[in-house]
């Protein structure tokens, strides 16, 4: 005990600490683990209690959730963690129960997109008792999902509420930022051209938000197989409306976009790849696209400048990788 400060061994002595075992107090002293899912999930509880909490991701750049399936060592920490957060929606499709049992121990168990107002989501054709979970592509409903979050740190750490009320503020003033930057650089996409086709159904908030119409060769989970007739039936339309791009996603093989560029190229209509849009993943952990924000700004941004709208080569902060 001979490293404490006299004014934190006093604060531990009034909270009763001072009589447990040293390991429980090491564990005492250091912030409580605040555990998400997905990596949009873990920078909105990093921007919102990052001071007062450890936040860790468990599913990490580059996997797909909806295939997400956590090993022992994962359910170990999320059985070990003090609050968890995951968006919800069936999104974590193979989480489900272990996050029930956490809940079970009392633990708070967040799901942040399932607190927004259902009039606000898209239906799931899948599963009709849940809404389409993509919510995070729409800044606007993103921002508007962090309010339970910022509620159950609150609660948790009373003493950092008037810092999470702050950082609440913050992120939606940083989210209607790049809300305001999506709707000038896809506005300026010519209507034809105004189709974003994709591996997976991840992009309808994103469209309906921006105006633009949305097709994707696999369903809104990734669960079943690309099937022939879908892309048939996209490549017809690429060719028809003459759309000069389509996209791969980081966390869906790019397998069947690459068949609809040669399906379109079979017909005489070039058809290039626009780029690597991030979905259910953000990019590398550290880099900008490692943000939720890196990661809308580059959609937008990649998106924009391959279907003819205007959007400057490294982004709304300049921070894109080149
Ligand atoms: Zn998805």
């Known amino acids: 005990m001979n490293t404490c400060s006299s004014m934190h061994r006093r604060a531990l002595l009034a909270a009763g600490l001072l009589s447990l075992p040293a390991p429980a107090l090491a564990q ?35 996997v797909d959730p909806h295939l997400f399936r956590p090993t022992r060592n994962d359910i170990q920490r999320i059985l070990g963690a003090d609050l968890l957060f995951a968006n919800g929606h069936r999104l974590e499709g193979r989480m489900g129960d272990v996050l029930e049992r956490a809940r079970g121990a009392g633990k708070p168990v967040v799901m942040v997109a399932e607190a927004l107002p259902r009039e606000r989501l898209r239906a799931n054709p899948d599963y009709p008792d849940a809404a389409d979970p993509h919510v995070w592509m729409d800044p606007t409903l993103w921002a508007e999902a962090a309010a339970p979050a910022a509620d159950a740190l609150s609660r948790f750490a009373p003493a950092a509420a008037q810092d ?3 950082a609440l503020a913050a992120w939606r003033a940083r989210l209607a930022r790049l809300d305001a930057f999506a709707r000038t650089a896809l506005g300026a996409i010519p209507a034809p051209q105004r189709l974003l086709v994709t591996a997976h159904d991840a992009f309808a908030y994103f469209g309906a938000r921006y105006g633009i119409e949305v097709a994707s060769i696999q ?34 093989p790019d ?21 690597n849009l991030f979905s259910d993943a953000m990019g590398r952990p550290g880099t900008y696209e490692g943000t939720y924000e890196g990661m809308i700004d580059h959609n937008v941004t990649t998106i924009a400048r391959a279907l003819g709208g205007t959007a400057p080569p490294r982004g709304l902060n300049g921070r894109l990788a080149a």
Do not use: H, K, W, Y
């Open 28 to 62: 005492a002293r250091r912030p409580p683990l605040a555990l998400c899912t997905v990596g949009m999930v873990g920078d909105m509880v990093r921007s919102l209690g990052g001071a007062a909490f450890r936040v860790e991701t468990l599913i990490g750049e580059g």
């Open 219 to 252: 369903g809104l989970s990734t669960e079943a197989e690309a099937n022939l007739a879908r892309i048939e039936a996209l490549v017809a339309t690429l060719v028809a409306r003459r759309v000069p791009a389509v996209f791969a996603e980081s966390s869906v």
């Open 255 to 275: 397998r069947a976009v690459r068949a609809l560029i040669e399906g379109a190229g079979a017909r005489g209509q070039r058809v290039a790849m626009g780029g």
């Open 164 to 166: 999470i009320a702050a």
